[in-house]
């Protein structure tokens, strides 16, 4: 196995918070059986970042995909997760590692949360 994605979010101290993430993972892993997947988080919760990449290095990917499952690209995403890169990088320097946007300024997902907002009104405007 040579390709593995990384989706990273924030944490949380209730682990309940982390089951949606856990289904992401779930569904990734179900439509690609030939991707290594790894769900880690910024705080509170684990695996950290380092220890994913770790992990996805030690199973053999040769490059990975770090997704951020963040609404948006603040201060975390700017300049923690490549901080954090940085350290995989520098355990296993012949990974090729790369970070998406985050998700949530995808435009399908942004159009998702949108959908879902819509849904919750009426279609009437003088409702």
């Known amino acids: ?46 695996p950290d970042l380092p220890a994913a990449g770790d992990r996805l290095a030690l199973a053999g990917c040769t490059s990975i995909a770090v997704l951020p499952l963040f609404l948006g690209a603040g201060g975390h995403v700017r300049q923690d997760l490549p901080r954090l890169i940085d350290i995989v990088s520098k355990r296993h320097p012949s990974l090729q590692i790369s970070l998406a946007q985050a998700v ?24």
């Open 1 to 46: 196995m040579t390709q593995g994605l990384l989706l990273i979010a924030h944490g949380a101290r209730d682990p309940r918070w982390a089951l949606p993430f856990e289904d992401i993972a779930r569904r990734i892993r179900a439509q690609r059986p030939q991707v290594a997947v790894e769900l880690c988080f910024l705080e509170f919760m684990a």
């Open 104 to 127: 949530g300024e995808i435009d399908s997902v942004a159009a998702a949360m949108a959908n879902a907002a819509l849904a919750l009104v009426a279609d009437d405007p003088r409702a």
